[in-house]
């Protein structure tokens, strides 16, 4: 059809409309409509993601598996890692470390055991045992405290010189009330000479560089068996540095004999932390899940050789080995265990999420943690079997006193995992970070908490850890008379492995744990606890399989190439703190009826 004027008609505007538009124009109306005033009324709210898939699958898979010679973690053998990276790469991670203490990885070629693999990552690791990298940074006066790095003043401890009170002279000596640190080194109120100046005159210095309080290594006070000890760290020897190899961190999927992160742990050559591999050998065969370990030589480019313990790294498939179908939550060191509403993103600075991720979310933590602080006494006694496995709970917190653990999931380093089964919907929490065992009180019970200076707490476990509540922020212990005063703004130093900001979020560094302490004062749950603190007692040190490990460890560190005399000291000195730990257990009817 044409028009009048003999050109085409042009179409009506409602004529361009699709039919079926046309025809159902009121419901998309209403649609338009109802967006608007969602845009206007919440377009400033946050959208939460939460994950609804009943998904088990695990997303980050290994793709490439590098096999190897001999067994990563086979403790028969000697192991060797090399690490050839461009001193220009490290020497911007040190600056930026120093400035901020940003720890990124900085890619190296790696041979361990002889297999050449190209371009891992490789990044510092840890918290306190980083500080003296950093000069004053974090506690003033060289590398902080506990011993050592000192605070205020520079030098080598607090308040000057290398420690307090003992060492060369009151304020002196060589950490914190002697020794190389707090709870560690040489001993506490021992030392390199004692409280009572250079000659170890006095009293309470009458033992000399023989250790502590307690004894030459491990009575209360600690020792050279185990505790807090302060590394006087280097750029310059990085070979002696606590790492993180990351063997995917460059080459996604890529994993050496099933293993995408090696941790060396901090402590080398005479310093290697045999007490952490002690720890490790012990959980070993009790049920609960406990990472391998292995003594190996460390060349990093042409400096020397040192030996470093090395330890697997709870990751992706350590997670995925745990009993189960479980989801492993990592808590970070500076996080909290408090409710912070539903908005999954205020829980990622407190928990990383280590497999699963995609399938499954954080929205079990959430629940526990709102449950466990909203949980009067007696709904927490009638239904914490419902939330969290209490068998392998007790057994957990009974294993942490037993090995004289302060920094567990109640101390300032929140070294733990949260294991949630996706079939039972129970959590059970697993262990990890041992270096800081068998310090402390070597004749605590299993009602008594270990704290970071050697005395005994509450039930709560840990520092701090007996307030109601639990993640209640901490102090210092009080210095000794005439002694200055910290800082504003210096506090302990954190812990752990450094995941998250140090000290961020509520209830970092010196904190308890809600959960642990309400578990361990409640009378209703008294009696499952003290049969896992007996029955592990038995395994433990009953039986003498401490004392057989200690033998087996002590072959490891001479194989990797610890010098005998070195190996005999720090051997002999666990020795002693596990000598004591036993017989004061044994005459404990608690424990041993």
């Known amino acids: 059809m044409s028009t009048g004027d003999g050109g085409a008609r042009r179409r009506r505007l409602r004529d361009r409309v699709p039919v079926r538009v046309r025809h159902h124009w009121k419901p998309a109306g209403a649609l338009c409509a109802g967006l608007v005033v969602m845009v206007a009324a919440f377009g400033d709210a946050r959208i939460s993601p939460y994950v609804t898939s009943a998904s088990r699958v695990e997303a980050d898979t290994i793709t490439e598996n590098v096999k190897g010679t001999v067994g990563l973690y086979d403790t028969s053998v000697r192991h060797s890692i090399q690490l050839e990276y461009n001193q220009t790469d490290f020497d911007k991670m040190m600056k930026e470390f120093k400035k901020d203490g940003t720890k990124d990885a900085i890619p190296a070629d790696l041979t361990i055991d002889g297999v050449y693999l190209q371009d891992v990552g490789i990044r510092l690791k840890g918290n306190s045992t980083l500080m003296s990298l950093r000069g004053g940074r974090g ?87 185990g505790g807090m000890v302060q590394y006087n760290l280097s750029a310059d020897k990085p070979e002696e540095l606590p790492w993180l190899i990351k063997i995917d961190e460059y080459v996604e999927g890529r994993a050496y004999q099933g293993e995408r992160e090696i941790s060396l742990r901090p402590g080398s050559n005479a310093q290697v932390p045999v007490n952490e591999a002690l720890s490790l050998a012990l959980i070993d065969g009790t049920g609960e899940p406990a990472e391998r370990y292995g003594f190996s ?188 005063d910290l800082p504003e703004g210096a506090g302990m130093p954190d812990f752990g492995d450094g995941e998250g900001a140090p000290g961020a979020g509520p209830g970092g560094r010196m904190s308890g744990h809600a959960l642990k302490s309400r578990f361990l004062e409640l009378d209703a749950f008294d009696a499952v606890y003290k049969k896992a603190y007996r029955d592990l007692y038995e395994k433990f040190y009953g039986s003498g399989k401490a004392t057989e490990a200690l033998k087996d460890i002590a072959e490891q560190a001479g194989r990797a190439g610890v010098a005998a005399k070195d190996v005999d000291k720090a051997v002999g000195a666990l020795r002693t703190t596990v000598t004591q730990r036993t017989t004061a257990l044994a005459k404990n009817k608690e424990v041993t009826g």
């Open 139 to 225: 506690m003033p006066g060289g590398g902080g405290m506990p011993g050592g790095g000192g605070m205020p003043g520079g030098g080598g401890g607090m308040p000057g010189g290398a420690g307090m009170p003992g060492g060369a002279g009151t304020a002196g000596g060589a950490g914190m009330a002697g020794g190389a640190g707090m709870a560690g080194g040489a001993g506490m109120a021992g030392g390199a000479a004692g409280t009572g100046g250079a000659g170890g005159t006095a009293e309470a210095g009458k033992n000399n560089a023989a250790g502590g309080t307690g004894g030459a290594a491990g009575g209360p006070g600690g020792g050279r068996g």
């Open 297 to 484: 030589t460390l060349k990093v480019n042409n400096r020397p050789a040192a030996v470093r313990l090395m330890v697997e790294n709870p990751d992706t498939e350590y997670a995925e080995a745990v009993d189960g179908e479980s989801v492993v939550y990592k808590a970070r060191a500076g996080g909290s265990f408090a409710y912070q509403g539903d908005d999954p993103s205020k829980y990622e600075t407190s928990f990383r999420q280590l497999n699963k991720v995609g399938s499954q979310d954080l929205e079990p933590v959430m629940k526990l943690i709102k449950w466990v602080e909203n949980a009067s006494d007696e709904e927490f006694a009638e239904h914490l079997d419902d939330h969290v496995d209490i068998d392998s709970f007790a057994h957990y917190v009974a294993a942490q006193n037993l090995l004289m653990n302060f920094d567990d999931m109640a101390g300032p380093g929140k070294n733990y995992l949260l294991g949630y089964d996706l079939d039972t919907k129970k959590f059970s929490v697993l262990g990890w970070d041992y270096n800081l065992t068998f310090s402390g009180d070597a004749t605590a019970g299993p009602d008594d908490s270990m704290s970071m200076g050697g005395g005994r707490g509450g039930p709560g476990g840990g520092q701090n850890a007996g307030q109601p509540g639990g993640d209640t922020a901490g102090g210092m212990p009080e210095p000794p008379e005439g002694m200055p």
